[in-house]
């Protein structure tokens, strides 16, 4: 079982940057691929970025690349999101996801997947003004 609990939410002028937390229980966090998803009201939840266990590979959806950046610190079981240039669009709830399998190199293939996530925060409200 592994829960996982976001912090840094809040509401940001446009333009605006926040830094999102997510720390995550269990003694293998160095084994998971984490990832952020967000869901703006009446829209599904969408894929924003993922990084590998070692950190070695992130990816990014089109919509933040350049802006946002993930990160993680594994001796604190920690993933962060580090968004910058904000924009009103961005404004979301937006959720950290743990995915517990090992998929080696197909990680490239399925970290934007949401089904394959089989652990999920309870979410933290970005909001951007204009």
């Known amino acids: 079982q592994v829960q996982l609990v976001e912090s840094g939410g809040g509401l940001v002028q446009a333009g605006g940057s926040l830094r999102l937390s997510c720390a995550a229980s269990?003694?293998?966090?160095?084994?998971?691929?984490m990832g952020w998803f967000r869901q703006a009201p009446g829209k599904e939840r969408d894929f924003v970025a993922a990084?590998?266990?070692?950190?070695?590979?992130?990816y990014y959806a089109d919509s933040v690349k350049g802006r946002f950046t993930i990160s993680r610190d594994n001796a604190k079981n920690t993933v962060y999101l580090q968004m910058n240039s904000l924009k009103p669009e961005d404004t979301a709830v937006y959720y950290c996801?743990?995915?517990?399998?090992?998929?080696?190199?197909?990680?490239?293939?399925?970290?934007?997947?949401?089904?394959?996530?089989?652990?999920w925060g309870q979410g933290t409200q970005v909001t951007v003004s204009s």
């Open positions: 269990g003694r293998t966090f160095s084994s998971y691929t």
């Open positions: 996801a743990a995915d517990t399998t090992p998929r080696g190199w197909l990680v490239a293939r399925t970290h934007a997947y949401r089904g394959n996530y089989d652990y």
């Open positions: 990084i590998t266990g070692s950190g070695g590979s992130t």
